[in-house]
């Protein structure tokens, strides 16, 4: 094997994004969490327009599905295109292997042998 072939600028792209977006997934679901809204009060305070407060999650309840289904895909997506191109990567990788160790002579093989058992020391 001659090398680790990869894309640096687009794993380092994908790896940062994927924590990134993380982030700013667990802010917007702390931030959500703190919301409260006003609502009538039950009961005769509430017909006689008295009011209370609770969360927000309690009175949207899809709001939960929602931050988790898109922060999965937030989160999700570019790790799904890291692994996708990681498998490219690993074909690049045996190609030019291949096609390098194809072209070499053999005294290239017989000095890298040798090199690597120690032998020529």
């Given at each position: 094997?001659?090398?680790?072939?990869?894309?640096?600028?687009?794993?380092?792209?994908?790896?940062?994004?994927?924590?990134?977006?993380a982030?700013?997934?667990?802010?917007?679901?702390?931030?959500?969490?703190?919301?409260?809204?006003?609502?009538?009060?039950?009961?005769?305070?509430?017909?006689?327009?008295?009011?209370?407060?609770?969360?927000?999650?309690?009175?949207?309840?899809?709001?939960?599905?929602?931050?988790?289904?898109?922060?999965?895909?937030?989160?999700?997506?570019?790790?799904?295109?890291?692994?996708?191109?990681?498998?490219?990567?690993?074909?690049?990788?045996?190609?030019?292997n291949?096609?390098?160790?194809?072209?070499?002579?053999?005294?290239?093989?017989?000095?890298l042998?040798?090199?690597?058992?120690?032998?020529?020391?």
């Open positions: 094997k001659t090398g680790h072939w990869s894309t640096l600028q687009a794993s380092v792209f994908l790896h940062s994004s994927t924590i990134g977006n982030k700013q997934t667990a802010t917007l679901a702390m931030f959500l969490s703190a919301q409260t809204v006003t609502v009538p009060a039950s009961g005769i305070w509430g017909f006689f327009g008295g009011t209370t407060t609770v969360s927000l999650f309690s009175i949207q309840p899809w709001l939960v599905p929602a931050l988790v289904g898109g922060g999965m895909v937030y989160v999700g997506l570019p790790m799904l295109i890291l692994w996708k191109a990681r498998a490219k990567w690993f074909e690049a990788e045996k190609r030019l291949d096609g390098f160790w194809r072209m070499a002579e053999p005294e290239v093989f017989v000095e042998i040798r090199s690597w058992t120690s032998l020529g020391r």
